[in-house]
């Protein structure tokens, strides 16, 4: 039997991509969602109206009580994603991110839903003083707006271990990269695929700073590991969500990307810039507990969005969470 699993933010980049894996995998899979980066909402839901969307907002709590009564699985990915549409909306996004989820959090466990995976970021970890791959014990140190409200609400979930039966797991992903068909050029690798096909400049900060990366083709293999595994395996548990196998500097992602474009030259180093995150993240607790093995590399990756880029496979209007719109 199909279980029933209702996304938080289900309309977003990762969130079209794990709908439509996991829908492939006996779950049923509803999307809830205000469309908050979507300027002509009706549009949208018309043009996808063969999809499951609720259209709401995670603030409506006696909707999301009555929605609640017929799912097994809740997923939240909901909020204000990313540091520039955070830095942009500071109040808004605190609001969203901070209160709005928890209040999400507390209705989810007051219903007869079993299990819970909350989404979250390896920014956690800021910077890494040493050259040593962190491991999810190692110190949180959140720099943008963004990773300190996902720690906050890590340190809300984990305060109801002993207060609930509720399964809730704790994803700390990587970095996404990949195709979407709601696509973002706005992370790091998308971004260095689209100008270098665009054969626009492209401006590297901080060459040699250290992330981790995963594909949102992978975010719904963990996702879908997690809601399988025993309870005892992520009861109240924190996984860095990824494969140790991709952690690369920019300067790496750079050499890998210009494999594929051999005559684009237009790059140009930058040093110093105002986002110092740096960090390598060890991911051999997800490996060894639900035995996750990545299926994508870097290089598949880059190879995907550079052949739908010249198919012209990305609407006009693929950007990034940039703007907003009520």
Known sequence: MKKKLLIFGGEGYIGRVVQDELNLKNYKCVSFDNLIYEKNKKNYLKKNKN??????????????????????????????????????????????????????????????????IFVSTCSNYGISKNNTRLKENAPLRPISLYAKSKVKIEKFILSKKYKTRKICTILRFATAFGSSPRMRFDLTLNEFVKTMFNNKILEIYDKDTWRPYCHVKDFAKI????????????????????????????????????????????????????????????????????????????????????????????????????????
């Open 223 to 326: 996702i879908d590991k997690v809601f399988k595994a025993a309870k005892r395996k992520v009861f109240f548990e924190v996984f860095n969500a990824g494969s140790s196998k991709n952690n690369f500097t920019k300067l790496m992602i750079v050499q890998k990307i210009k494999k594929f474009f051999k005559n684009r030259k237009k790059i140009k180093f930058v040093d110093n810039s105002k986002d110092m995150r740096n960090y390598e993240v060890n991911f051999d607790k997800i490996r060894r507990k639900l035995n996750f093995i990545s299926n994508w590399t870097l290089e598949k990756g880059i190879k995907e969005i550079a052949i739908k880029l010249t198919k012209q496979k990305y609407p006009k209007s693929s950007n990034g969470n940039y703007k907003i719109y009520n």
């Open 51 to 116: 999809r499951q969307i609720v259209f709401g907002n995670i603030k409506d709590v006696q909707k999301i009580e009555k929605l609640l009564k017929d799912f097994d699985f809740v997923l939240i990915l909901a909020g204000l994603v990313g540091d520039p549409i955070t830095k942009s909306y500071p109040l808004l996004s605190k609001k969203i991110n901070e209160n709005y989820i928890k209040k999400l959090i507390n209705t989810c466990l007051t219903s007869k839903i079993e299990r819970l």
